[in-house]
């Protein structure tokens, strides 16, 4: 079965470099966009990255992605205490019927 | 953007409830829609999708069969009826507008609505 894995914590100094993964078990991964989210604890998620390396208005250019065979990265540039959150990546998996497929979530510590 | 949930409340197994998601700031019948939970302390776990126009339905194997999803384009709203509730569908509920009118990836959120199973 078609599964995204992210390592459950990352953790950078502030101003640091933080780059978190999202691996697929499977090349589907490169048939349909892949998103990333980002939550603070008792919000709601937010869009941080859409169609595998674009940038809603709002965010950041310090927050960018990328998406390279059965891998996606999403980097943080110049990490600050205000990023600490959860960040989730998703994407569409229709090899059986259908379901947006989440990977378990990456928390993310600036120490 | 905006996507406003209700219906949340506390129920004991076995009983039903139904959330509602009215949306606003975009065309409601031209894009697909989903129902995203997330148990306390646990990660996303996508629950329901429908199509643009209701024609194309999915759930996720935990509820499939309990769990029924529609909308009604007149009222700009997108329903998620929840029967036979167990306390692992204990959860915040968020509804989510997909990026198009077809299967994809949520890009816009609600706040969620709370759900709670317990005797």
């Known amino acids: 079965q078609f599964v995204l894995t992210q390592p459950p914590s990352a953790s950078g100094t502030p101003g640091q470099t933080v780059t978190i993964s999202c691996s697929a078990n499977?090349?589907?991964?490169?048939?349909?966009?892949l998103y990333w989210y980002q939550q603070f604890p008792g919000m709601a998620p937010k869009v941080l990255i859409s169609?595998?390396?674009r940038r809603p208005s709002g965010v950041p250019d310090r927050f960018s992605a990328s998406k390279s065979g059965t891998s996606a990265s999403l980097v943080i540039n110049a990490v600050r205490s205000a990023d600490e959150a959860t960040y989730y990546c998703?994407?569409?998996?229709?090899?059986?019927?259908?379901?947006?497929?989440f990977g378990g979530g990456t928390k993310l510590t600036v120490l | 953007v905006q996507l406003v949930e209700s219906g949340g409340g506390g129920v004991q197994p076995g009983e039903s409830l139904r959330l509602s998601c009215v949306a606003s700031?975009?065309?409601?019948?031209?894009?697909?829609m989903h129902w995203v939970r997330q148990a306390p302390g646990k990660g996303l776990e996508w629950v329901a999708f429908?199509?643009?126009?209701?024609?194309?339905?999915h759930f996720a194997d935990s509820v499939r069969g309990r769990f029924s999803i529609s909308r009604d384009s007149s009222k700009n709203t997108l329903f998620l009826q929840m029967n036979n509730l167990r306390r692992e569908d204990t959860a915040m509920y968020y509804c989510?507008?997909?990026?198009?009118?077809?299967?994809?990836?949520?890009?816009?959120w609600g706040q969620g609505t709370l759900v709670t199973v317990s005797s």
């Open positions: 429908v199509s643009y126009d209701g024609s194309n339905e």
């Open positions: 989510a507008k997909n990026y198009g009118a077809y299967g994809g990836t949520p890009d816009a």
């Open positions: 499977r090349s589907d991964i490169e048939l349909n966009y």
């Open positions: 169609r595998n390396d």
């Open positions: 700031g975009f065309p409601f019948s031209s894009y697909a």
């Open positions: 998703a994407t569409w998996d229709d090899t059986l019927t259908g379901r947006v497929l």
